[in-house]
């Protein structure tokens, strides 16, 4: 879909990058807060969404996750604590700060 053009903009897969993923959702608890790059699809699925949704954000869809405005690299899902890729490298730095700040500030 991505060479036909169904996919715009950037697309940063996932392929072969599943365990880490899996093996960080384990690790963590439902009440941790999540953030990484841009390789996110994954993630999205762990942290509660689902493949319609995940699909409809890389067509540009607003049935997608984030209403077909974040595309391949700004999956978001707060309900689940999971806060997104981002898609400027090292952006997540200060965004995980200010929500290890705020998880210590509710404690």
Not at 44 to 61: F, T, Y
Not at 67 to 81: L, Q
Request: aromatic fraction near 10%; glycine fraction near 16%.
């Amino acid at each position: 879909e991505y060479k036909a053009r169904t996919i715009r903009g950037f697309c940063h897969l996932y392929d072969g990058q599943e365990a880490i993923g899996t093996g960080i959702q384990h690790a963590l608890s439902a009440e941790d807060s999540w953030i990484t790059s841009y390789r996110c699809h994954c993630v999205m699925l762990a942290r509660g969404g689902n493949v319609e949704a995940i699909l409809a954000e890389l067509m540009g869809n607003a049935t997608g996750a984030t209403g077909g405005k974040g595309g391949s690299m700004h999956f978001y899902n707060k309900a689940s604590n999971f806060y997104g890729g981002q898609g400027i490298v090292g952006a997540q730095v200060p965004v995980g700060a200010g929500l290890a700040f705020a998880n210590k500030y509710k404690t």
